[in-house]
């Protein structure tokens, strides 16, 4: 009985001190942050897509190194975490790998917002599949299939008797929104083509390719940047005539690899500042530099 | 002099008096305040979209023109992953608790007691990481499938983190038994084993069912760890070796891509008053559980 007395006052005690520390720990913090956006405009929140993240990183970091005024904080969430951002006012820059959606158009025209896009970089996404599949060519319209669950089997297309494991990002994800426009409804953003039921969501790319690395049945997509040499990545066509091609930087800049997007950057209205400088930054020969060294495809060769 | 110190004193008195009052029923407005936002945010779903499609469609499209916004596979996800955690935690549990309450001696169950209760202070996240790197390849293996992300790898991490409920609550109910029931019945020639089988079990079942309930209301609520390891597949499991998608996961996934305002939004709300009238009823079942022991 004496226990069940004395726990209660030790979880008030505890909360008291908790809550003197955060106070202790966080408001400074926080009125520090207000204060120095306030008076100095320097602190650039940039967030949005996953895929872009790194990337957004390597040119923050090469940003900061020439201009050490000026601190830039890159976070990921995804294309649709990014774009909620820059609408609601919490970022700088949104990195997206998709269009805004007619719901977000709709919801920036409400707020009376104009956003900019400015491509940055391209991307491939990449099929890939385990090292032991023998499938290694695949055109759009079976992908299609493969995703949607109408083919279920890796033997419909000329692999063993085994059943697909379909690997999907989750739907916060612009890889997720753009494969699923341009690969299972073939561009036609108004089609009603779906991801199976059985398909998994996966949080990450990274934790596609883990998936991918450890089970035969498994079938992912990626952006380029994450494929490794322990798996398998599938030469895709348009259509049965081919060509089947690899997501190289030939094929991705010619416009000829069917599963390609531009990445961009979406800002408020017309850029300046530091922002402006920026997006130079990333657009000059030194930034796209980054690009390449990140195995995206920059925009030009 | 005398009487403006008592006048003073008074005024105190009153005015500690009031704070500690407003203290004490917040947490009441908040909860109040909570589920309000959340039948406001939640209900403006139905004012586009039928409340019964929602609730037994089966199929969950949210981001499709039109999208489906149907949560029976979200709900028999949460159903499968808590179902499996409980089966697992609970006769664990209940034999940890009743070593420690009654078998282990006195500095062993104090080591146990602090280990368990450390257990629950380790971050979900962090389990959910471990589990997503050592324990879903062996669930792949033992089970021969074509992944380990499934219902069954998210209801034994979830077992690990119901177990420090369930065993300190299963504990206090065990060590609440009064000791003239143990005394009396050893005294009658009991063996110890008799004694906890015939007197102690008994005796404290509804603190052991409040435990459970309390148990389930953790796991259902979990989030990080079942979002890494559960594969997050939304159709209707047959089985606990197929990935799942829950309630939880589904908010934490989403809420970054749906607009606010959007139906999407309000979907995630609704999903929201789902999981809080659920918790809602554990929570009220156990402590009722609790007082009818007490009496």
Redesign the interface.
Known sequence: MERMQKQPVFFVWALILGLTLWALIFCPAQIQARSSAKHKCQTLQIKGSDTMVNLGQAWAEEFMRLHPTVHLAVTGGGSGTGIAAILAGTCDIAQSSRDLSQEEQESAKAANKIIMETPVAWDGIAVVVHTANPVSELTVKQLADIFTGTIQNWNEIGGNDLPILVLSRERNSGTHVFFLEHVLRGGNAKGTEEFAQTALMMPSSQSIVQEVETSEAAIGYVGVGYVTNRIKTIRVARDHNGPYLLPTLDAIQAGEYPIARPLLFLTLGESQGDIKSFIDFVLSPAGQEIVKALDFVPLEK | MKSSRAYLNRIFEFVIEKAIFLAGILSIVFVFLIFLFLIKEGFSLFRTYSIFSFLFGT?W?????PPQFGIV?LLLGSVAVTLGAILIAVPLGIGSAIYIAEIAPRWLREILKATVEFLAAIPSIVLGFIG?VTLA?LV?KLFHL??G?TALSGSIMLAFMAMPTIVSMME?AFTAVPKSYREGALALGATRWEMIRRVLLPASASGMLAAIMLGIGRVIGETMAV??IT?????IPTGLTQ?V?TMTATIA??????????NHYFALFAIGIVLFIITFLINVTASFLVRSQRK
């Open positions: 199929k499209y949210p981001i499709s023109s596979p997503l390849p792949k074509p992944t992300l206090d979002l890494m594969g997050n597949a939304a159709r990935p998608r996934a989403e809420m970054g891509e749906a607009v606010q305002g959007g």
